[in-house]
């Protein structure tokens, strides 16, 4: 089968592999359609790795993906061949005290696609996961709209661990796609007021067209200054979503007293720091997001019942052959890229 390898820093080159074969009895194949390029792949293409999770060449990153299932091994009782499916990319061991304990996005025994040391990525044509991983979709639901699911998802449990996010005023620093798909799960939980903001205009513009009530960018506007003459006594809630210095220091100063900062940015950086006179004295608390805690089915009815929609954040489509060019047009943020998907089919 066709896979393209990370070979070096900004190198994709796409090899002949032997596919990959069912063996657990709970194994599902399943034939890759689409994968999204999302912002982790691009730490491992631009920089080879992310913290301690070091890439080493070759090796096949992108885990945003959906497909149709080839084969299911003889325990698997809920798919068939045939059946389209989203996935989840985590894979979780289901016995330590955090699966036991509803926290299976912080399994201690968890493999990721596409993650240094624990799984190969899905920019290729065959994957084999556990059967749990696969989530059959509707129909009426597209591959794009499938692979966004997993994006989605996260949004949806930082909304959650939010907690009820309806009548506050909440900031979203980075209109990304975590950003954008955040902006979806805050509005469709109910009434509430979204200040936005990013670098790029484009994506500024996005995120006013797709609910926020205000969006501005934070490289031409003192959006501190701007959101406390709209909002004098502060936000609510702010969802970190830029892996940034900078959006972290907004924050402290933008969120009420008794605000919550959400942190779901994945920093290029191992260290960030917090500038004490506002996160102590407003007794600021903070929560950091790690994936998308068992929200995928219910991302998945979200997006069918049309409640989000995500198809304004697909913005381009490439090949699996033309990886490379993918990946370098959504590392250096050109032609108003939000995010690209590779065909695989």
Known sequence: MRKAFLTGIRQIELRDVPAPRIEAPDDVLIRVDTVGVCGSDLHYYRDGKIGVQVVEFPFAVGHECAGVIQEVGSAVKTLRPGDRVAVDPLVVCGQCDQCRNGRENTCRHQKFLGCPGQLEGSMCEYIVLPASCAFRIPDSMTFDQAVMVEPFAIGLWAQRLAGATAGKRIAILGSGPIGLCVLQAVKAAGDCTVYATDLLDYRVDLARATGADWAGNAGTLDVVSELARLEPLGVDLAFECAGMQETIDQAGQILAPGGKLLIIGIPEASRLSFDMNFYRRKELATQNVRRQNACEAAAIEMVAARQ??????????????????????????????????LHVG
């Open 308 to 341: 989000v929609n995500l198809d304004p954040q697909v913005t381009h489509h490439f090949t699996l052959e033309q990886s490379q060019e993918a990946f370098d047009l959504v590392a250096d943020y050109r032609d108003g890229v939000v995010k690209a998907m």
